[in-house]
């Protein structure tokens, strides 16, 4: 296995989506119901992570299935929830009422390493890529970056 270093001719996310086979984008509008965000994390088996994107296409929050399941099975975990957080629970009745609204994001032109470093750090396992006006146009898994690692495609001359 190669390790993915910072002198590793400066790799970007750029090179490693173009080693990714297509796949469709796990997004949902931030209007949402929460039985559509039930049927999206249902439809898009290799995520665990939908973004909530707005009218204009725009990232503007992430649904975890861990949250989405809280929200859902709210009333089987009450002796582990705070009281404040039932009461938006009970209330939540979109995507956005139940988003997480700070997106970790990437770009095409970050470098792997450092990408991966920061999903290390933060413990997450997906990061959404970004256009300059945070339009979601790709995303990563951890196991995307441990097959890059594995096999990186051949640098070029």
């Known amino acids: 296995m190669t390790p993915v270093t910072d002198d590793q001719n400066q790799n970007t996310i750029a090179t490693l989506m173009k080693s990714l086979p297509a796949r469709e984008l796990p997004l949902v509008a931030a209007s949402a119901s929460i039985d559509e965000v039930v049927e999206a994390m249902l439809h898009f088996p290799h995520s665990r992570l939908l973004y909530v994107i707005n009218q204009e296409k725009r990232l503007v929050g992430t649904i975890s299935l861990g949250r989405l399941v809280k929200n859902v099975f709210y009333h089987n975990l009450t002796h582990q929830i705070h009281p404040r957080a039932i009461i938006s629970m009970l209330t939540a009745t979109s995507a956005n009422d139940i988003m997480q609204a700070t997106p970790i994001t990437t770009d095409t032109t ?12 933060l413990n997450i396992k997906e990061i959404a890529v970004v256009d300059n006006e945070k339009r979601v146009i790709g995303d990563l898994t951890i196991i995307d970056l441990l097959r ?5 495609p051949p640098l070029s001359p």
């Open 110 to 121: 970050e470098e792997i390493a450092r990408v991966l470093r920061r999903m290390i750090e």
């Open 148 to 152: 890059f690692m594995r096999e990186p």
